[in-house]
Antibody, heavy 119, light 112 residues
Framework: EVQLVESGGGLVQPGGSLRLSCAASGFTFSTYWMHWVRQAPGKGLEWVSRLNNDSDILDYADSVKGRFTISRDNAKNTVYLQMTALRVEDTGVYYC????????????WGQGTLVTVSS | DIVVTQSPDLVAVSLGERATINCKSSQSLLYNSNNKTYLGWYQQKAGQPPKLLIYWASARESGVPDRFSGSGSGTNFTLSIGSLQAEDAATYYCHQYFSTPYTFGPGTKVEI
């Protein structure tokens, strides 16, 4: 069974940093693209970033480009999202999701971790 | 960036009736080289992650009831929920994965 478990969320002041982790199990992690999607409180879904299995293709939403960095450790079956220069508008639940082979829709999602940026 | 819009914002439907949600993209989501349309639909209930319902615009994800169907092509798409059940009350999002940055529609809330 595919499982994705996010961690690392919490309360941080504007301008601060946080690193989210997503531990994967139940599939061969090293062969799949991974994504991060976020959701502000009471709002819709916003795609954040994606990373291919070899870590040589990375993409970001314009809203986080230059501030967030996606990475992965295939030996640890974990994908990360390093977030710096955090803003109030970065507040929300952050989900990691696994794509399908050869496509980019997202059949598997974690339960999410809450990031709150506030002074 | 591809902009994705949805209508209506809210659908109020009685049990057993049909609900229809529309999604429009600012450019075609058809990839000519493989003839696939890069559009998906997700259902999200309060406090839960999104659940994939439809991919490639009309393919139903495994385990999704057949009352859910997706249609459309190019830039105009529809999610239909036939014979609405109580458990279908949720917010529905369309999602383009044709090009990055991937984008989601703003969501349509279905109330029973």
């Amino acid at each position: 069974e595919v499982q994705l478990v996010e961690s690392g969320g919490g309360l941080v002041q504007p301008g601060g940093s946080l690193r989210l982790s997503c531990a994967a199990s139940g599939f061969t992690f090293s062969t799949y693209w991974m994504h991060w999607v976020r959701q502000a409180p009471g709002k819709g879904l916003e795609w954040v970033s994606r990373l291919n299995n070899d870590s040589d293709i990375l993409d970001y939403a314009d809203s986080v480009k230059g501030r967030f960095t996606i990475s992965r450790d295939n030996a640890k079956n974990t994908v990360y999202l390093q977030m710096t220069a955090l803003r109030v508008e970065d507040t929300g639940v952050y989900y990691c999701a696994r794509a399908v082979p050869g496509g980019s829709f997202l059949p598997y999602w974690g339960q999410g971790t809450l990031v709150t940026v506030s002074s | 960036d591809i902009v994705v819009t949805q209508s209506p914002d809210l659908v109020a439907v009685s049990l057993g009736e049909r609900a229809t949600i529309n999604c429009k993209s600012s450019q075609s989501l058809l990839y000519n080289s493989n003839n696939k349309t890069y559009l998906g639909w997700y259902q999200q209930k309060a406090g839960q992650p999104p659940k994939l319902l439809i991919y490639w615009a009309s393919a139903r994800e495994s385990g999704v009831p057949d009352r859910f169907s997706g249609s459309g092509s190019g830039t105009n798409f529809t999610l239909s929920i036939g014979s609405l059940q109580a458990e279908d009350a949720a917010t529905y999002y369309c999602h383009q994965y044709f090009s990055t940055p991937y984008t989601f529609g703003p969501g349509t809330k279905v109330e029973i």
